[in-house]
């Protein structure tokens, strides 16, 4: 049965603000967390609170899990203060189809009423696993009265590369299906150069011109790299990180406030694009601090990101 939807006031925001951040694993516990993020509760400048499904894809033997690496994160947002909105993951494929509407419920037990709908890391593993498709996913939260997120990959290749028979799309017209089947609103895999970005954007603005459709609202995201390790996780994530900046970072003495430097070059570079070709594109900020200890650290990227807003 379908429910009426509730629209979650970040999305009211002029230039509105997520803040990510991963639940902890089972053995850390929630109390350190929620006291590690009290200065993001008393931050006026944040809207929401993001929280991804981080699983690890393993296969052995022809057959395919993703394995949890922390806690749910709707269990983890769950005890966290009421005040601002919190948005869940859900990595549609991993939950078998008979229980995805249980686990709406459960979030919705929780006041959460806002979900980022993840597809798998293979095609072939929605078979592999059983679940439903990401836009199979949109429908259906959509229906029990959730506002669907998904994410998007401005570097993504176009076309795509892959089976013959599925008709390349780019980018932008990734997110006007999310759009058709749901969707209200994407985030982006952390960014460190700006031309894909805003690629998408003029991109995106001119199709829906073109379709008379209302653009969805695009959340970049953006997070500090204080260390080696930090920028070699990035790449392990396959996030794009052009030589030129690599550099940057490797050479600065101090990589943290180097990092911010970047965000704010490439954000400034974002904002102009949106500003002169894509105005008709509503577009956000997700900031996120890889790690609980980064908080504060996190906090001052967002604040001199919004000094260029």
């Known amino acids: 049965m379908s429910k009426k939807e509730v629209r979650p006031k970040f999305l009211n925001k002029k230039l509105p603000i ?16 929620i006291e590690a993020l009290n200065p993001v509760f008393s931050n006026k400048n944040v809207h929401g609170i993001s929280s991804p499904e981080l699983v ?17 994160p709707e269990d983890f947002l769950g005890s966290l203060p009421k005040n601002l909105d919190r948005i ?52 259906i939260a959509t229906k029990h009265g959730f506002a669907c997120g998904g994410i998007t990959i401005p570097w993504r290749e176009v076309p795509v590369p892959g089976d013959k028979n599925v008709k390349p799309i780019s980018e932008g017209e990734r997110i006007v299906l999310k759009q058709k089947h749901g969707c209200k609103f994407v985030a982006s895999q952390f960014i460190f150069e700006s031309v894909s970005s805003e690629n998408l954007l003029v991109n995106y603005s001119q199709y829906c011109k073109e379709k008379k459709l209302e653009p969805l609202t695009i959340f970049f995201s953006f997070c500090i790299v204080p260390s080696v390790k930090t920028l070699d996780f990035m790449e392990k994530l396959l996030v794009k990180i052009p030589e030129a900046n690599r550099n940057r970072l490797l050479k600065s003495t101090n990589m943290e406030r180097e990092s911010i430097e970047i965000a704010c070059d490439i954000w400034s570079a974002i904002r102009d694009t949106q500003r ?25 990227l967002l604040d001199e990101l919004l000094h260029i807003a």
């Open 18 to 33: 997520l803040y990510a951040v991963s639940a902890p694993k089972a053995e850390e516990g929630i109390s350190q967390y």
């Open 56 to 72: 690890t894809r393993v296969e052995g033997q022809g057959k395919v899990s993703y394995v949890s690496n922390t806690i749910p």
């Open 88 to 139: 869940t993951t859900v990595v549609v494929p991993r939950v078998p189809k008979k229980e995805f509407v249980s686990r709406l419920e459960n979030i919705k037990s929780k006041g959460i009423n806002s979900v980022i709908i993840v597809g798998p890391e293979r095609p072939e593993d929605v078979v592999l696993l059983g679940g439903y498709t990401a836009n199979e996913g949109f429908e």
């Open 276 to 300: 002169s070709s894509a105005k008709n594109v509503k577009i956000g900020l997700q900031v996120e601090p890889i790690k609980i200890s980064r908080v504060n650290p996190s906090l001052e």
